[in-house]
């Protein structure tokens, strides 16, 4: 059992420990993307085979971009990825970052979607990722087309889904606050798992992101998590301890 002393991130800690990521160390957006894409593809080809039809679902922001880094990824593992994107990237500033990792799709002849189906069907894919919203999302404020038909999808499907970092529509410290009743069946937390994590209960809970420097580690206390074996991106987490009645959470 994972140990609830083990350090569990906040919506802001997760923020600033993203900033200072890319200042203190000085990584760029699109490296940070790069590894931890490279980590979700690591997670999901730890429990399905390269045979698996996957549906990448990737939203406009960088939990997005995680997703449409992975997808290549995957694809090069021996994996058949088509993603859905349904909102198009601007055409300066931030969304040059998105065309381009758009562009590297096209270029291995990986399908993008750009209309969400009706329904997200075991009939067409073994695997749904989601990576449409991520730490920054405030579900209280609802969901905008076309993800309002998205988070149906994702709620209603009988496909297993993985979760990138946050699974889209939960709290990212409380929870599914708006009673969606969407569970994945894995969550592959990024950096530290975020506080939401402790309301995880499918069977596959995987960490990456194995490039977080001591010092920053040090400075928000990223403490009793298990370490990354060998040379692999990703390490399987075991579900948390229970909660004992007065206790506490290690909650940044």
């Not at 002849?109 to 189906?117: F, K, Q, S, Y």
């Amino acid at each position: 059992m994972l140990s609830r002393a083990a350090t569990l991130l906040g919506q802001r800690a997760a923020q600033e420990l993203d900033v200072e990521l890319m200042s203190s160390p000085g990584f760029s957006i699109d490296q940070l993307m790069e590894l931890a894409g490279l980590s979700v593809a690591c997670a999901i080809a730890a429990v399905w085979p390269p045979a698996a039809r996957l549906l990448l679902v990737c939203g406009p922001g960088n939990n997005g971009g995680d997703g449409l880094v992975a997808s290549r990824h995957l694809y090069h593992f021996g994996y058949k990825p088509t993603v859905l994107y349904p909102k198009p990237p601007k055409d300066d500033g931030a969304g040059t970052l998105y065309k381009n990792l758009l562009a590297q799709l096209d270029d291995l002849n990986i399908t993008v979607l750009t209309d969400a189906p009706d329904t997200f069907d075991s009939k067409d894919y073994d695997v749904v990722v989601d990576a449409v919203f991520g730490f920054s999302f405030d579900p209280t404020r609802g969901f905008r087309e076309p993800f309002d038909k998205v988070m149906n999808c994702l709620v209603d499907t009988d496909v297993p889904v993985a979760a990138v970092d946050i699974p889209s529509g939960w709290h990212v410290e409380k929870g599914d606050i708006t009673g969606t009743g969407y569970m994945p069946e894995m969550l592959i937390s990024l950096t530290a798992p975020k506080q939401c994590a402790t309301h995880f209960t499918g069977p596959h809970h995987f960490l990456g992101g194995r490039f977080v420097p001591p010092h920053i580690a040090n400075k928000y206390n990223i403490t009793g998590l298990p370490g990354y074996p060998g040379v692999e991106q990703c390490v399987r987490l075991p579900p948390f301890e229970p909660e004992v009645p007065g206790g506490e959470d290690c909650k940044i």
